[in-house]
């Protein structure tokens, strides 16, 4: 059992004696454990020391050391006190090595012959059989050692002895080397002997051998030439007994040696440290002494100095007082004079205030005059450019169309004209037939006129077709003053009715309509951006093409398909709404931007919901210029 700790609290010196005997009586009831086994011991009261077993001799020499000691503690000493006489009266006959066992001196009971040493017992005529490898084996060491100690014998390991054949039939017995594992290895030797299975009757080659046969190793033993012999020769020595008394009673003499030159080391130190405190003594006299006289001397010094320092406080107190009224008066004059600064202060602040804003002001409407001034010079130039190309290719267009119409009215005439000569000319064909000479005079000259009125018309056609090419070439003229204006509008920013519109682009707020149907207003917000974005990538996928080709007054047109699958399905789940705002950007993508299928920009009156013209456009360029001119001014 492990020691438990006790009250925390100490005993004094008188309860000693009491603590002691209860301490005792603890010991001797089996409380704490003190024996661990026939050789070492261990200190009940120093669990946490690091050294925690001890032979005997050791564990009473601690116990004693520390039962005497004065620098331990009431209650360690009672404790340490109480374990030495447990370990004096109750563990006497089984603690000591140098003690034989019962008080029988060994030389008595074996006599002086040589033993092998550390103490070993020999058992052969174990059972073995064949294993499946060929080789023999046998019962372990353990079987046999369990099998010893049930016949009261106490070996400490039994070792079965082996070679190239497999388990060789004995097996060697190990006992303690002290006292007590001598009796026990004869006990071991006795037993089989009673039982007419010792080493006599081993030895005898009359008579039949069952059962095993023990006794313990002497010389004759060590020296066998067999796997006993050569084990015993190489793990083990042989020693008489009376050898062994006197080699122990060497080591006791010994240790008394060690132990009285110790003490008289001890002894002597102990002399020196006495002479030293001695002398310590007399010079911390000596030392008080003459702190007593350095201590006088310093308060004598420490008086004149306070005096002396009064005397200066004093003057420097009177002088703190005058120089307190100058103070006074200085700060009174520095209170007027702050006062009135912090007047001036104040107004020049709130001068020095307005006039930073008046700059950040001025400043801020420099900037903006600067900007407007660039952006009114970028707009001018535009506008004037605008106005002049609009001018001239209006001049030129309308020119054009009058010729055009002219020329249209000369070749209808022109033609009508060859369809009468033809006619004719086929008249005077049938005529000449007869054979009258006048007729076909009359038929080469209309033949004549028909020919160069041929002529003229295809002069004519080859006219006609330049001024086709440089209609086109004036339309594409048009187209880009278009795109140039559109550019310029879309660099200015208003509200009136002609404008830019984005073709092509999806309009998110019917979705977000039509999810408030079912989400809050965040969520709603949320979903139908998600919606919008899902169906403006149906927009632009180019493999969805929802129409259908139809034929109105002769003319080929494409119209939207209103049974696709994706918009019937649209229009059910989202409503009319949302259904709208996909076809009308469908019908925006597939009529201005088809075949890239992304938003494009496009000049719109919004008033009127139309596609605007060029001449719209400049005007309503022109009203800006105007009015930022007005503005400027």
């Not at 009058?402 to 033809?422: G, H, P």
Request: net charge negative; hydrophobic share 30%.
């Amino acid at each position: 059992m492990d020691h438990s700790s006790e009250e925390d609290a100490d005993i004094s010196d008188s309860e000693m004696v009491d603590y002691e005997d209860k301490s005792y009586e603890k010991l001797k009831s089996g409380n704490y454990n003190v024996k661990i086994s026939d050789e070492t011991f261990t200190c009940p009261y120093c669990p946490k020391k690091r050294k925690h077993d001890y032979l005997y001799k050791d564990l009473l020499q601690h116990a004693s050391g520390i039962g005497n000691s004065s620098k331990r503690s009431a209650k360690e000493k009672a404790n340490h006190l109480a374990l030495a006489k447990f370990l004096e009266t109750d563990l006497s006959d089984v603690g000591s090595q140098s003690k034989p066992v019962n008080g029988v001196d060994p030389l008595n009971v074996c006599g002086n012959g040589k033993f092998v040493w550390p103490w070993i017992g020999i058992v052969v005529n174990i059972p073995t059989r064949r294993g499946q490898d060929g080789r023999s084996v046998g019962e372990s060491g353990s079987k046999l050692k369990d099998e010893l100690i049930r016949r009261g014998l106490h070996p400490t390991r039994v070792q079965s002895l082996w070679n190239f054949r497999g388990h060789s039939g004995c097996a060697l017995v190990q006992f303690n080397k002290n006292w007590p594992g001598l009796d026990n290895a004869m006990a071991f030797e006795k037993s089989f002997e009673a039982d007419h299975h010792g080493k006599k009757d081993w030895n005898d080659g009359n008579q039949e051998k069952s059962g095993l046969y023990g006794w313990v190793a002497r010389s004759d033993d060590h020296s066998l030439n067999n796997i006993i012999g050569e084990h015993l020769r190489k793990n083990r020595d042989l020693k008489t007994i009376s050898g062994l008394v006197e080699e122990e009673a060497r080591k006791k003499n010994l240790l008394v040696s060690n132990l009285t030159n110790t003490i008289e080391v001890k002894n002597k130190h102990l002399e020196e440290m006495k002479e030293r405190c001695i002398e310590t003594s007399n010079f911390i006299e000596n030392l008080m002494e003459e702190k007593d006289r350095l201590v006088q001397g310093y308060n004598e010094e420490i008086k004149k100095i306070q005096l002396s320092a009064q005397d200066h406080f004093q003057r420097i107190f009177t002088e703190h007082e005058n120089f307190k009224l100058q103070l006074e008066a200085q700060k009174k004059e520095l209170e007027f004079l702050g006062v009135d600064l912090q007047k001036r202060e104040a107004k020049n602040e709130n001068d020095r205030k307005a006039l930073a804003e008046e700059i950040e002001k001025n400043a801020m409407r420099n900037s903006s005059l600067q900007l407007a001034t660039l952006e009114q010079q970028k707009a001018d130039d535009n506008v004037r450019k605008l106005a002049e190309d609009q001018k001239i290719e209006k001049e030129e267009l309308h020119n054009k169309i009058i010729q055009l119409e002219k020329q249209l009215d000369a070749k209808q005439a022109l033609e009508l004209e060859i369809e009468r000569l033809r006619g004719t000319s086929n008249v005077m064909k049938h005529m000449s037939d007869g054979g009258d000479a006048e007729v076909r005079q009359k038929m080469e000259t209309v033949l004549k006129d028909l020919r160069e009125k041929e002529g003229e018309l295809e002069d004519l056609e080859a006219l006609n077709q330049t001024l086709i090419i440089k209609e086109r070439k004036s339309n594409d003229d048009l187209q880009d003053a278009r795109k140039e204006l559109i550019n310029a509008m879309n660099e200015t920013s208003g509200h009136a009715h002609i404008g830019l519109k984005r073709m092509g682009e999806l309009d998110g707020k019917p979705f977000f309509e039509a999810m408030k149907k079912w989400y809050n207003e965040e969520e709603a917000e949320e979903k139908g951006s998600e919606l919008c974005s899902l169906w403006d990538e149906y927009l632009r996928d180019s493999d969805w093409h929802p129409f259908k080709v139809v034929t109105a007054e002769g003319k080929h047109k494409e119209i939207l398909k209103e049974e696709d699958e994706k918009l019937k399905g649209l229009k059910k789940q989202m409503g009319e709404e949302v259904y709208k705002a996909v076809t009308t950007a469908l019908l925006e993508i597939n009529e201005y931007n088809p075949s890239g299928r992304y938003i494009t920009l496009e000049l719109w009156n919004f008033r009127e919901g139309r596609r605007a013209g060029l001449q719209e456009g400049v005007e309503i360029l022109l009203k800006q210029w105007k009015l930022l001119k007005k503005r400027k001014r």
